[in-house]
């Protein structure tokens, strides 16, 4: 057992929110580490190495804002492959000297707050059991951290290859000549099987619901035909609009109902979105489409038939891109796709819907299903997800110092105050976490207007000889209300996803996401803070 010194705050999690928080509150001379599980810095692009891994932001705005660390970095493709990523991790570590403030391959297994000496006491495991005390406990754990894998019977029978996707092997892995199975059709699953589809003997996909993909657009720093990377002279500008747009990116929603546009005309601007790639379709669609069922639906009939035009078979068609939407478009997260759709013109690529044909059993040689019978794999890969936004904090055990747990508190629905803090557990923080913008925002957007509010919040404390901050319980139930609220006023809340926790059995359904928007949550959040930090109490 070793003893750490007390720290001023501890983090965990060494990916885009806990590096930004270090690097922060050094900047402010407070005493901090990172406690991450893993080998290296990168959250979830240390450990998501699958084939095809690539982030679904322009590279733009997938970085830190600030000149200090973006400067010096040259991007080489408009959505940046996993590779390109740890390289540019690797730039800020260098630029910033983190690594020196991480313990790596320490992962964190418990926090208890002890009220009398007013600290977190916090275990973790590298090989022995690691006990430090700390002020203040900064969560960075990731809306994709906890991993999840439906109870399939037999799973552990398998005797082939067999991988999740976020527990990809560091090495490659050969796809040449085999018969695989890919299992979900989220992100990671579109991403896998457009990469591995011209390598393998024969792909089959299990999908459950289909995606509602998106073109991407790609476009590398040679061939700039579909995308033109901005110059370095408008960064400052680009950054500065994330803080006014919605989504915490470079557009907003066109300012009109799309039924108030005539109806060639709306055709010809979904075209101009389709174009364009990347998330335009969603973030520069009409102002109701998130709003209005007959809004939402044109903008489905549209994507529908320019997604069937790429399909061959005719039965391929109703399984991918079906006449009847499964669900609102936009209303679960639509993945970016290259060739995704072109995948299933091959002849080694089947795809089975598993609402009309369940997944009985895995066996020894592959998957058995209702009416395929027996289908043998030498891999199979688990493309199913994550117990996403509460997953990663609620995988800590965290206590308070009335004995509470959080994973008690949380067991029926999940509660916060502006999405950072939670009642009865003082000086503890989360980012990128339940009821904040998260996965309805741009990822290092919301990072840092959460990041850069706590370590103001930190340094308040410190001038004014406070040691202790705690989220009210009127204060949450108000923040609650408000993310009901404005969840209710969409069209995400008929639809069962990990947006709302609806992906895994048992997991409470509730808006896990704030939907009012990244100029509206800083609104919320300058006003907490202008008025002394109303909603918290301090002492």
């Known amino acids: 057992m070793e003893i750490e010194d007390t720290l001023d705050a501890l983090i965990v999690g060494a990916g885009f ?50 000149d200090e660390i973006w400067q010096g970095f040259e991007w080489t493709e408009r959505c940046a492959g996993q590779k390109q990523l740890l390289d540019y991790f690797e730039h800020v570590d260098k630029k910033l000297c983190l690594s020196k403030d991480i313990l790596f391959r320490t992962k964190v297994i418990s926090a208890e707050f002890n009220t009398t000496r007013g600290k977190w006491l916090v275990k973790s495991d590298n090989g022995n059991v690691i006990h430090t005390w700390a002020r203040h406990l900064v969560l960075c754990t990731g809306f994709a951290e906890r991993r999840y894998t439906p109870p399939f019977k037999g799973l552990n029978d398998f005797k082939g290859e067999i991988y999740h996707t976020s527990l990809w092997p560091d090495r490659v892995v050969s796809f040449k000549g085999k018969r695989v199975a890919v299992v979900g059709t989220g992100a990671s699953g579109v991403q896998v099987i457009q990469e591995i589809a011209g390598d393998v003997e024969h792909l089959t996909v299990y999908q459950r619901t289909p995606n509602l993909a998106l073109p991407m657009q790609q476009s590398t720093i040679d061939n700039q035909s579909k995308w033109k990377f901005p110059h370095h002279s408008k960064y400052q500008e680009l950054f500065e609009g994330t803080r006014r747009s ?25 075209e101009y979105l389709f174009a364009e790639g990347g998330f335009a379709f969603i973030l520069g669609n009409y102002q109701d489409v998130l709003t209005s069922e007959e809004a939402n639906g044109e903008a489905y009939k549209f994507w529908c038939e320019k997604t069937r035009a790429r399909i061959d078979d005719p039965s391929k068609k109703d399984i991918l891109a079906p006449i009847v939407p499964p669900h609102p478009i936009f209303a679960k997260r639509c993945s970016l796709e290259q060739r995704y759709y072109e995948a299933y013109n091959r002849n080694n690529v089947d795809i089975i819907d598993i609402r009309q044909s369940p997944i009985i059993e895995f066996t020894s040689l592959g998957i058995r299903t209702e009416q395929e019978g027996l289908t043998e794999f030498d891999i199979i890969v688990l493309a199913t997800g994550f117990d996403s936004i509460t997953g990663g904090i609620l995988n800590i055990n965290i206590t308070n110092g009335n004995g509470e747990t959080l994973q008690d508190k949380w067991k029926e629905g999940t509660w916060t105050n502006l999405g950072l803090s939670t009642a009865s557990f003082p000086n503890m923080y989360f980012l990128y976490g339940p009821q904040a913008p998260t996965a309805l925002s741009n990822g290092l957007t919301c990072i840092e207007i959460q990041g850069d509010w706590i370590v103001e919040l930190m340094v308040y404390m410190k001038a004014h000889n406070k040691t202790t901050v705690v989220a009210t319980k009127a204060a949450e139930n108000g923040w609650k209300r408000k993310v009901n ?55």
């Open 246 to 270: 919605f989504f915490g990116l470079d557009r907003n929603f066109a300012e009109i109902n799309a039924m108030d546009v005539p109806a060639d005309e709306r055709h010809q601007f979904y």
């Open 485 to 539: 609220d404005v969840w209710n006023l969409t069209l995400f809340c008929g639809t069962a996803s990990w947006y709302n926790g609806g992906n895994v059995p048992g997991k409470p359904v509730e808006p896990l996401n704030y939907a009012g928007g990244i100029p509206a949550y800083i609104a919320a959040l300058t006003l907490c803070a202008e008025n002394g930090y109303q909603g918290f109490v301090l002492s």
């Open 17 to 66: 929110s806990g590096l930004h928080v270090l690097y922060k509150l050094r900047k402010e001379g407070f005493n901090v580490k990172i406690h991450e599980t893993g080998d290296g810095i990168g959250g979830t692009w240390f450990w998501n190495r699958y084939p095809g891994a690539r982030t679904d932001s322009a590279n733009t705005f997938y970085q830190y804002m600030q």
